[in-house]
């Protein structure tokens, strides 16, 4: 697998909305389930959304069902993550993971990922 490089983060105000991307360098990126994670200052990593390697499934966590939209482009090894409606309580480093599609576990299983980026920040004040 190749190596995950976010960006998009940044500061916005409550109720904005940012769109986050994942770039993969690999060759792999359309046989990966793909994924979204986000740790909040002082908090353990939690999990946003995930999308099948053919983008035909997404799933998403409580907290952003109906705000996000998990969606990817394999043509350019591309996952983006749009957060609308955006609250304080989104504040957090926001993370993208791979895995293999063929490794079973639930998708917001964080050990069953091999792979993950760096992290962009994203700060939302009230």
């Known amino acids: 697998q190749g190596k995950l490089v976010e960006s998009g983060g940044g500061s916005v105000q409550a109720g904005g909305s940012l769109r986050l991307s994942c770039a993969d360098s690999g060759a792999t990126f359309s046989a990966n389930f793909m994924a979204w994670f986000r740790q909040p200052p002082g908090k353990e990593r939690e999990r946003v959304a995930g999308i099948h390697n053919e983008g035909s499934s997404t799933w998403y966590g409580d907290s952003v069902k109906g705000r996000f939209i998990i969606s990817r482009d394999n043509a350019k090894n591309m996952m983006y993550l749009q957060m609308n409606a955006l609250k304080p309580e989104d504040t957090a480093m926001y993370f993208c993971?791979?895995?293999?599609?063929?490794?079973?576990?639930?998708?917001?299983?964080?050990?069953?990922?091999?792979?993950w980026g760096q992290g962009t920040q994203v700060t939302v004040s009230s």
């Open positions: 993971a791979a895995r293999p599609s063929w490794r079973g576990g639930a998708w917001f299983e964080i050990g069953t990922y091999d792979t």
